[in-house]
């Protein structure tokens, strides 16, 4: 840390100070945080233990499921907060949690635009589909990923390093976000700004992408001769799609206004939900949407019971 930096804390305020609406947002977020974790390791468990889950697709959805970290980044704390009624949070703890939380969530994207592709591959191409999504170009697509969320987050991460704090450090959310602590800078965050706007950059073009592979994919339906093959064709898809569209409309909500200073109420309320129903919303979407996977949780769950009986 720089020596002139004078506050070694930030002050969380939270979302609400009434008592009634802190059981009411602490009983909320604990069941959701209960389903998200739930959902998310039910999903890991069946892909790494289920044979007929071995494929690419799975690979990426088990990896797509890391996102309980992205939960578990902001909510276990922030329960802590309400129970303690404690709402500060130590300079290292709140950089180490804006670090994790954007680095998850870009992740995230990527692993979209990586299972946008292997429906692509599978759907356009399906003949040469198990030479294309080999085991090298999906632990590829995989690892480039999660760097690529590493590499978008590391370079703002240190500049924040160097931003001068001295004015206040107290901010109006529930969790360590990027734009709250610019706020606090009495500093020049002009090139911050231009690191987010390149996030954001970052996140346009992986939806650009995710757009481009599946009017490919739509395109290459719509010519299939049987309506029953459609169907199917479709239903595989369908699922991806919605996790997308909530994904991907959730954070251009949160993240559509261009600078740190216009940050609001509203911004927060969306945090709020993005972080607390987007993650239960992914989950059981590809539970209740994936034919194998709800296959697989059936086999799962009668193996545990016939297990119990004996």
């Known amino acids: 840390m720089r020596?002139?930096?004078?506050?070694?804390?930030?002050?969380?305020?939270?979302?609400?100070?009434?008592?009634?609406?802190q059981v009411a947002i602490f009983t909320f977020l604990f069941i959701t945080c209960v389903l998200s974790v739930t959902g998310h390791l039910t999903i890991i468990i069946l892909t790494l233990t289920n044979c007929r889950l071995k494929n690419p697709t799975y690979y990426c959805l088990w990896n797509f499921s890391l996102e309980i970290t992205f939960t578990s980044v902001s909510i276990p704390r922030f329960l802590g907060?309400?129970?303690?009624r404690v709402k500060t949070?130590?300079?290292?703890?709140?950089?180490?949690?804006?670090?994790?939380?954007?680095?998850?969530?870009?992740?995230?994207?990527?692993?979209?635009?990586?299972?946008?592709?292997?429906?692509?591959v599978a759907i356009c191409k399906p003949l040469h589909y198990t030479t294309i999504m080999n085991k090298r170009i999906c632990a590829l697509l995989i690892f480039s990923s999660w760097s690529g969320g590493f590499l978008t987050?590391?370079?703002?991460?240190?500049?924040?390093?160097?931003?001068?704090?001295?004015?206040?450090?107290?901010?109006?959310h529930?969790?360590?976000?990027?734009?709250?602590?610019?706020?606090?800078?009495?500093?020049?965050?002009?090139?911050?700004?231009i690191g987010f706007h390149f996030a954001f950059v970052t996140?346009?073009?992986?939806?650009?992408?995710?757009?481009?592979?599946?009017?490919?994919?739509?395109?290459?339906?719509?010519?299939?001769?049987?309506?029953?093959?459609?169907?199917k064709a479709f239903s595989t898809c369908s699922a991806h799609m919605i996790v997308i569209s909530v994904s991907?409309?959730?954070?251009?909500?949160?993240?559509?206004?261009?600078?740190?200073?216009?940050?609001?109420?509203?911004?927060?309320?969306?945090?709020?939900?993005?972080?607390?129903?987007?993650?239960i919303l992914n989950s059981f979407i590809y539970t209740l949407r994936n034919q194998q996977v709800k296959q697989a949780f059936k086999n799962l769950v009668r193996k545990v019971v016939f297990s119990r009986n004996k």
């Open 3 to 21: 020596n002139h930096t004078v506050i070694t804390e930030f002050i969380l305020l939270g979302i609400s100070d009434n008592s009634e609406h």
């Open 153 to 172: 987050v590391f370079l703002p991460l240190m500049l924040i390093l160097w931003l001068d704090f001295c004015a206040s450090n107290v901010t109006d």
């Open 203 to 231: 996140l346009l073009f992986t939806l650009a992408l995710v757009i481009l592979s599946y009017m490919c994919i739509i395109s290459t339906i719509l010519r299939i001769p049987s309506a029953s093959q459609r169907k």
């Open 89 to 120: 949070i130590s300079y290292n703890n709140c950089l180490a949690e804006l670090f994790f939380f954007i680095s998850m969530g870009v992740s995230e994207f990527f692993l979209l635009t990586a299972m946008s592709y292997d429906r692509y």
């Open 81 to 84: 907060v309400i129970i303690t």
């Open 248 to 279: 991907y409309g959730s954070c251009i909500f949160m993240y559509v206004k261009p600078s740190a200073k216009e940050r609001t109420s509203l911004t927060k309320g969306a945090a709020f939900l993005n972080t607390s129903i987007v993650p």
């Open 174 to 193: 529930f969790y360590c976000d990027y734009f709250p602590i610019l706020q606090l800078s009495r500093s020049d965050i002009w090139l911050l700004e």
